[in-house]
């Protein structure tokens, strides 16, 4: 199955660009041109990666960003001309996966969109949920319940739960992880990591310990543990 990128540009010039170079990278490439039309499209098509310009005719992307988040984790390149170090942080504090400013080498955006797929637990070929006990993982919608209830995660501590899922029982380096999931470009502190496993072991705080927990390996790593069946 093809990856499917969704790109919401209203410059016919770019939006073409990058069709085509995403098209010659065989993805699924489909352009639109305002926000409502992309929210339509996102919620019909259900692409695997969004490309969003956050200087749009009808709404700005950061709203378009807002309803993208409040129904999925799918991730989300910032696309702007808005270069500076304030719009980057806005776009990342709520919830853009990354950020790129105008004027941009359309292969940048390419090798951006193949590096968060890489890294990324959105396109499965596997089941769409898994259940262990009473902790449910839709791996389509990216939705984790707990008991019945939704749980509130980011979109990067979800998906270190998710590529933690995929890989029961298998023990994963600090090192690891960042490069699967942050991705090979992040410039921060291990830290990262550790301080995402403590947001989702808050979060899993009550499921019960015989169904499975995320546990630290000492001195090497984390896992998603549950029993072998």
Known sequence: MKEKVLVVEDEI???????????KENYD???AFTGEEALKQFRQDEPHVVILDVMLPDRDGWSV???VRAE???????LTALGDVEYRLKGLNEGADDYIPKPF???EVVARVRSILRRNPNVWTEEDVRRYGHLSLNFKSHRVVLHGARLS???RDTSVLFFLAQHPNHTFTREQLLDRVWGLDFDGSDRAVDL???RIRQALKNWPEEEGSIQTIRGLGYQFCVQAK
């Open 13 to 23: 010039p770019i939006s073409r660009v990058l069709q085509a170079y995403l098209k």
């Open 29 to 31: 490439t489909m352009v």
């Open 65 to 67: 960003l807002e309803e």
């Open 72 to 78: 999925s984790s799918c991730p989300v390149i910032m």
């Open 105 to 107: 080498d359309a292969n």
């Open 153 to 155: 995660l980011t979109p």
């Open 196 to 198: 995402s496993i403590k």
